[in-house]
């Protein structure tokens, strides 16, 4: 009798027990969770004000927490880029891709770290697994084309989504630089014999090709108001030098002061990708598209780009 009663007992020992441990591991289960949200908005608050150090400092502690959450990764990621950290950038997106493989937004989010490092040819690489099961996004892809000067990729898709009815004003805008691009510039004004100094830099720069020397040169035309030139200059210039956003510049305000406002917005919605920490220039060229759409006629357009060159001027 005793045996059985201390069998009983030992029985109700064990289920307390057990029930204690699974109320316990439910109570940890939820701190924990309610932890890591608050680590995680207080991460998404920090990088919506910029402090992407603390919002990293954040995630680390959600990171503990949950090291496989994609979520907590692709937020590592997105603040390191921000930091201009491009090796940490691309290992938190790799991580998260392992987890999600298809995810479209992580997937773009890779495309904007390999543009950032000028890797075009890795870039289109993944742009066409987004396209493969999203046909929309093919006009980032001939955006890369055209910025991997594979010209004639670019106008095979081009011609591509034509077909299929999905041509989109950006892709029109495409279509018109490259157009633009292969036209035989017209025949270009004389230099005037009261600018021997563009003589001179002209004749160094078919010794030395230097970026320098034609950035001299297109600031000295764009300042004696020879738009042909600038034109022409910038045109061939953009050969040599393909990723320096001050070559469409130049080359937008000439078509702009020669009437080729579609041109000119073309030419500048490209350029503009490529301005890195430079909130001059950048301001510059939405002061151009801002001309480009007045003359146009499109309102809106000139004064959203108008407002965008002031708020970046202060």
Do not use: W
């Not at 005793?2 to 939820?30: C, D, H, P, W």
């Not at 021997?196 to 764009?222: C, H, P, R, V």
């Amino acid at each position: 009798m005793r045996i059985k009663y201390l069998y009983g007992l030992i029985a109700v020992g064990m289920l307390f027990i057990s029930g204690f441990s699974y109320a316990q591991k439910i109570n940890t289960e939820e701190e924990n969770s309610l932890k890591f949200q608050a680590h995680f908005f207080e991460a998404l608050k920090q990088k919506a004000i910029k402090n992407y150090g603390k919002a990293i400092e954040s995630l680390e502690l959600c990171n503990e927490i949950d090291s496989l959450n994609v979520s907590v990764l692709f937020e590592f990621s997105k603040n390191h880029l921000e930091l201009n950290n491009y090796f940490e950038a691309q290992l938190f997106i790799d991580k998260a891709l392992q987890l999600a493989p298809e995810n479209k937004y992580l997937l773009q989010h890779k495309v904007s770290i390999l543009k950032a490092q000028r890797n075009f040819n890795e870039a289109i690489e993944v742009q066409k697994k987004i396209i493969k099961h999203q046909p929309k996004e093919s006009e980032e892809l001939v955006f890369l084309y055209i910025q991997n000067q594979n010209f004639a990729e670019a106008e095979a898709l081009i011609a591509k989504i034509e077909e299929n009815a999905m041509a989109t004003l950006r892709i029109k805008s495409f279509k018109s630089f490259l157009e633009n691009r292969n036209a035989v510039p017209e025949k270009t004004v004389e230099i005037a014999t009261g600018n021997s100094d563009i003589e001179t830099l002209k004749n160094s720069y078919s010794k030395n090709k230097e970026f320098k020397t034609i950035k001299e040169i297109l600031d000295n035309e764009a300042a004696s108001e020879l738009f042909e030139q600038v034109y022409a200059d910038s045109k061939e210039a953009l050969e040599l030098f393909p990723e320096q956003p001050f070559l469409y510049k130049m080359n937008g305000l000439a078509l702009s002061k020669l009437g080729k406002y579609n041109e000119a917005i073309a030419v500048l919605s490209i350029g503009i990708d490529f301005v890195i920490d430079n909130s001059a220039m950048e301001a510059d060229f939405y002061e151009q598209l801002s001309i480009s759409h007045e003359k146009l006629g499109n309102k809106s357009e000139a004064i959203k780009y108008k407002q965008r060159a002031i708020a970046l001027r202060k």
